[in-house]
């Protein structure tokens, strides 16, 4: 395959990481804004389902073409930023786990709560809660991810 059809395939993946991962984000945050539980299990569903079947695919679609690129290329792994890059990638994919089950917990709980026509319980708030800074833990990686990519160099050299 052709170096710059990866590239094209990479950097593709990254928007659609970025734009589903980010989409989904913000979608759940305001449903939960609006405090009804009939649409934030809603949203919650679709949101679970985009990570599933659009993120997730992205995110292997991003590795695989980085790695087939790095040895296309004939670049040394050992060097800052590609280490770096990948730490930073495994970091933020080993949120997604227990981001994408916090999510489906959130929908069951405000499932249960729009059939019981009650308000949201407090397990429910507490898990938004952990949700919402993991995805700030995780978007700030993400970013920092595709600095260090561009820039070709580690966070540490830019010193």
Same mark, same amino acid.
């Given at each position: 395959?052709?170096?710059?059809?990866?590239?094209?395939?990479?950097?593709?993946?990254?928007?659609?990481?970025? *734009?589903?991962?980010? *989409?989904?984000?913000?979608?759940?945050?305001?449903?939960?804004?609006?405090?009804?539980?009939?649409?934030?299990?809603?949203?919650?569903?679709?949101?679970?389902?985009?990570?599933?079947?659009?993120?997730?695919?992205?995110?292997?679609?991003?590795?695989?073409?980085?790695?087939?690129?790095?040895?296309?290329?004939?670049?040394?792994?050992?060097?800052?930023?590609?280490?770096?890059?990948?730490?930073?990638?495994?970091?933020? *994919?080993?949120?997604?786990?227990?981001?994408?089950?916090?999510?489906?917990?959130?929908?069951?709980?405000?499932?249960?709560?729009?059939?019981?026509?009650?308000?949201?319980?407090?397990?429910?708030?507490?898990?938004?809660?952990?949700?919402?800074?993991? *995805?700030?833990?995780?978007?700030?990686?993400?970013?920092?991810?595709?600095?260090?990519?561009?820039?070709?160099?580690?966070?540490?050299?830019?010193?």
């Amino acid at each position: 395959m052709d170096y710059l059809l990866l590239k094209y395939l990479h950097v593709i993946a990254a928007v659609f990481l970025f *734009g589903f991962g980010m *989409g989904s984000y913000l979608y759940l945050i305001a449903a939960h804004r609006t405090g009804d539980a009939r649409v934030i299990a809603a949203v919650a569903r679709m949101v679970v389902r985009f990570d599933a079947w659009i993120t997730t695919p992205a995110g292997v679609l991003q590795l695989l073409t980085g790695y087939a690129m790095v040895r296309m290329a004939g670049m040394d792994w050992s060097m800052d930023w590609l280490r770096a890059a990948l730490a930073i990638f495994f970091g933020v *994919g080993a949120l997604w786990l227990p981001v994408l089950l916090l999510q489906t917990r959130l929908q069951a709980l405000a499932a249960q709560a729009a059939e019981a026509h009650s308000p949201l319980c407090p397990r429910y708030h507490r898990l938004y809660r952990y949700w919402m800074w993991m *995805g700030v833990i995780g978007f700030a990686g993400m970013f920092l991810m595709v600095l260090v990519m561009v820039k070709k160099q580690a966070p540490w050299q830019w010193l």
